[in-house]
């Protein structure tokens, strides 16, 4: 039971941000599934940097970036097929980990 509700936890929206300076930042991943059948999933990473200048326009810019990953039984992890990156996710907490990095999951409107 609990294997399945992780299964189903897994495609959404997860976002960290942070300020450095001038700068506002937010990390985007957005998961989906690529092949039901073999348990792939294609992770969509976005960067979103807003520069904030007092009376210029904030401007944006975004680094993408995408990714096949598959599901692995044993861990209960996505692991990218190409680089090794390793996401583990904790459903109570709305959690997903990139290595050691931590993203919390958007509720979709």
């Known amino acids: ?9 897994i ?5 960290r941000q942070w300020e450095e300076g001038l700068k506002k930042i937010r990390d985007i991943l957005v998961i989906s599934h690529h092949d039901t ?9 976005t960067v979103v940097k ?3 200048l007092d009376t210029i326009p904030t401007t944006e810019t975004h680094e993408k970036e995408e990714w096949i990953a598959a599901y ?3 861990t209960k992890q996505l692991g990218e097929l190409n680089r090794g ?5 904790n459903p109570e907490k709305l959690l ?4 050691t990095v931590e993203y919390k999951r958007v509720e979709e409107k």
Do not use: W
């Open 1 to 9: 039971m609990q294997q399945i509700s992780l299964i189903n936890f």
């Open 11 to 15: 495609p959404g929206t997860y976002q």
């Open 37 to 45: 059948i073999s348990d792939l999933y294609l992770i969509k990473k």
């Open 50 to 52: 807003e520069y904030v």
């Open 72 to 74: 692995q039984t044993s």
């Open 85 to 89: 990156r390793q996401c583990s996710f």
């Open 96 to 99: 997903l980990f990139l290595g």
